[in-house]
């Protein structure tokens, strides 16, 4: 069970199996040729029907080399491994690419190392469990992939699992069949969302539940745009090697995946529609991500995605980026981005306004302000409810107004640090800063906060000095406009609650 051994290697040493690639020589063949068939036909299923169980070791599935970049790891990897080789269609091998690691990763994988055993529906599967010691590795993440990537690449797909994520047990079984029916897909993502089982703490709760809702509204916004995939999530994505190979010969690239953007994983999901190949998100395999169970690691994650994203949307060349505002792949980007900006505007729009109104004694309540946040409860109540592990902590997020709008100024947050790093050209690695934020270090998360108080003093003091004359000019331009903003803000939420979900659930 324990044959192999744990390697310690660098980029330049790369240890190849070759007992394994030499036994899986012929399912390769094998399905390359269905795979040719089924592109000249385009009707019926590529892969046939075993007959017996000898024809079922050949026919039955490609071939899948599963990479996982671990970095300080101790606490998830050891489930996230059981989640793999629980599989109803385990990988045929799996690389764990320890990296700058100074836990003890490497101590909790030795009981999985070597080869298992696992019979499904009278097929038998023996995943190889390999371990490979990076030691430091200046491209961290990035460096890992692409050394899995090496070690990988004579297989047909290329299964990338983070070391905090899990898998359904039906999850690879799903990824593979709709991978293999579609030769056009270069990429599939699972949908994420968050075990919540394990969560302790009231705060850790609150921060769970507004990351299931986040999670939920993005997978079932992909899901209903024809299931294409903005992001190809690094936590679970089942990846073409043709797809792969592609990109690196269209972009000039040794590897697939670079550090040329804080998201490595979206900046590939680019490439990969360049390169001519579909990006989707599969229809029903899962898979659960880690959480963030406190506001300094919340922050850190979401910084880095939100300035990712910023950097690869914005036009013009920065370095070896470049902007693509008009890329497919952004529509949903540059929504959630303008989204946002109006989420802010009206809040602290409302907020200031009311303030001035309260301070001259010019407020009269408008049971119509109540439209909008009913609304809103409505549609995160239905997307609550299109939740495949919905429970009652998700409906009551959904129910509870300030829960969900507490999550959103915390997001708000993330959103204006991100754009003010971009825009003030700050020299910033968001890779670190969120591993460091992960090990309860920073203070980061504190400072939109503080940014948020000095406004409104600042714009409360000024208030202060207007004549009264000037104070009611204010009141009579600001109301209207702030209506006929939430107005067309509500009749989008409205097309979202009314929209067809079509049987999806997230």
């Known amino acids: 069970m324990t044959d192999m051994l744990i390697a310690r ?64 790891e101790e606490h998830t990897i050891a489930s996230v491994m059981q989640s793999l080789l629980t599989q109803t269609r385990p990988p045929d091998v799996i690389h764990v690419i320890v990296n700058n690691t100074d836990d003890n990763t490497l101590e909790v994988l030795k009981p999985f190392l070597g080869r298992h055993t696992r019979v499904v529906k009278g097929i038998t599967y023996r995943p190889v469990v390999q371990v490979h010691d990076m030691g430091q590795n200046a491209d961290k993440k990035v460096g890992a992939l692409n050394y899995g990537y090496r070690l990988a690449r004579s297989y047909d797909y290329i299964l990338g699992v983070d070391g905090d994520t899990t898998l359904d047990s039906h999850a690879v079984e799903y990824l593979e069949l709709e991978m293999v029916d579609d030769p056009r897909i270069g990429g599939l993502s699972a949908i994420y969302s968050i075990d919540k089982s394990t969560i302790k703490g009231g705060m850790a709760k609150f921060l769970v539940a507004g990351q299931r809702a986040q999670f939920a509204a993005f997978n079932l916004d992909n899901l209903l745009h024809g299931r294409n995939m903005a992001v190809l999530g690094g936590q679970c994505s089942l990846f073409s090697v043709p797809a792969l190979e592609a990109v690196m010969v269209k972009h000039h690239q040794r590897s697939p995946w670079v550090r040329d953007s804080e998201v490595e994983d979206s900046l590939l999901s680019l490439q990969i529609k360049d390169a001519g190949f579909s990006t989707k998100i599969s229809s029903r395999a899962r898979a659960f991500v880690g959480p963030m169970t406190d506001l300094r690691a919340l922050h850190g994650q979401q910084v880095k995605w939100t300035y990712g994203s910023i950097d690869l949307l914005w036009p013009g060349q920065r370095g070896d980026t470049k902007g693509q505002p008009t890329h497919p792949n952004l529509r949903l980007r540059w929504f959630e981005n303008v989204s946002m900006v109006f989420n802010i505007a009206t809040r602290m729009a409302f907020l200031l306004l009311l303030f001035a109104a309260l301070s001259i004694h010019a407020f009269i309540f408008n049971p119509v302000w109540l439209i909008p946040p009913a609304v809103a409860v409505g549609l995160n109540l239905r997307m609550a409810l299109a939740m495949h ?9 959904a129910l509870g107004v300030i829960p969900a709008e507490a999550y959103m100024w915390i997001r708000m947050g993330h959103f204006m640090t991100s754009w003010a790093q971009f825009f003030s050209r700050v ?11 992960e090990k309860g270090k920073g203070k980061a998360y504190i400072f939109p906060a503080i940014v948020a108080a000095t406004t409104f003093g600042i714009l409360i003091f000024a208030w202060g000095q207007q004549s009264v004359g000037v104070q009611s000019a204010i009141l009579s331009l600001g109301w209207p406009i702030l209506y006929l903003i939430t107005i067309t803000q509500t009749l989008f939420m409205i097309r979202k609650f009314i929209r067809r979900q079509r049987g999806f659930t997230v």
Do not use: F, M
């Not at 399912?27 to 040729?33: E, G, I, K, S």
């Not at 592990?389 to 997020?397: A, C, H, L, V, W």
């Not at 020299?427 to 934020?437: H, L």
């Open 9 to 72: 290697t660098t980029p330049g040493n790369v240890q190849t199996v070759t007992s394994l690639a030499a036994r899986t020589a012929p399912h390769r063949a094998a399905l390359r040729a269905r795979v040719a068939v089924a592109k000249n036909a385009l009707v019926g299923p590529p892969v046939p029907a075993p007959r017996n169980e000898e024809a079922a070791e050949v026919e039955r599935h490609a071939t899948i080399a599963c990479i996982i970049p671990a970095y300080n």
């Open 389 to 397: 592990d919905k429970s009652k902590s998700d409906i009551g997020y």
């Open 427 to 437: 020299e910033k690695d968001n890779w670190a800063a969120q591993a460091s934020a």
